[in-house]
């Protein structure tokens, strides 16, 4: 148990529709980072918090977005859901960045029909 | 652009042999490395890491070792066992500026009985 946690864990929606995936970090940790692994896919990076700004995106779509609350922990919003939206959803987190390691939650798969 | 590739897809090793997993990088401005292994349904788990300034590092039954001049590491299992049939990624960064790993494709380890 990497101490990161992921909610739902398991998601199946409709095209055109929104959903959010919520991710609580190791306790302590400040840094949330998501990443999205389609089929046959390795992990991509998403998007990076830290301490509830944004620090870094990577290939995120414009119909997703992002946040950390106050509370450190974070929402992945995906709306306009596609076919190919479908795939595991993982956040991390890590104390700060650097050569911090990310640690990884179970994360959550959307299936979009 | 695929930055860190795994070439090798699947790897079949017989119980308490030596496992040896490939990675090579395009990126030279990449300063730090880790290997992540994964389960079914689970989340990556970190396995271990080594900065650029290295050549080696040991942790256990776990050996990463990085040639810079070759772009290129490798992740040493040694003895293999059964527990460590996973799908084993290697991941890539930069200790300044954006956070993100760079994954691989991953290389899934079969450990014979």
């Known amino acids: 148990d990497s101490g990161v946690t992921q909610t739902p864990k398991h998601l199946i929606t409709a095209t055109g529709q929104r959903v959010t995936l919520r991710c609580s970090p190791r306790?302590?940790?400040?840094?949330v980072y998501w990443y999205q692994q389609s089929l046959d896919q390795g992990l991509q990076f998403l998007i990076h918090?830290?301490?509830?700004?944004?620090?870094a995106k990577g290939n995120i779509l414009e119909r997703f977005s992002a946040q950390q609350f106050p509370d450190l922990h974070s929402e992945l919003n995906l709306s306009s859901l596609e076919l190919g939206d479908s795939a595991l959803y993982f956040c991390?987190?890590?104390?700060?960045?650097?050569?911090?390691?990310?640690?990884f939650g179970p994360g959550t798969r959307l299936t979009v029909l | 652009d695929q930055q860190v590739k795994q070439n090798s897809p699947s790897l079949s090793v017989q119980e308490g042999r030596i496992s040896i997993l490939n990675c090579d990088y395009t990126?030279?401005?990449?300063?730090?490395f880790l290997w992540y292994k994964k389960y079914p349904a689970e989340g990556p788990t970190f396995l271990i890491s080594?900065?650029?300034?290295?050549d080696k590092n040991e942790d256990g039954r776990f050996t990463v070792f990085l040639n810079k001049s070759a772009k290129h590491l490798s992740l040493h299992i040694v003895p293999s066992q059964p527990g460590d049939s996973a799908v084993y990624f290697c991941?890539?960064?930069?200790?300044?500026?954006?956070?993100?790993?760079?994954f691989g494709q991953g290389t899934r380890l079969t450990i014979n009985p």
């Open positions: 991390a987190s890590s104390l700060r960045g650097g050569d911090n390691e990310q640690f």
């Open positions: 306790s302590g940790d400040l840094s």
């Open positions: 918090y830290y301490n509830g700004e944004e620090r």
């Open positions: 990126n030279s401005m990449f300063d730090y």
């Open positions: 080594i900065s650029s300034i290295k």
């Open positions: 991941a890539a960064k930069r200790l300044q500026g954006a956070q993100k790993l760079v």
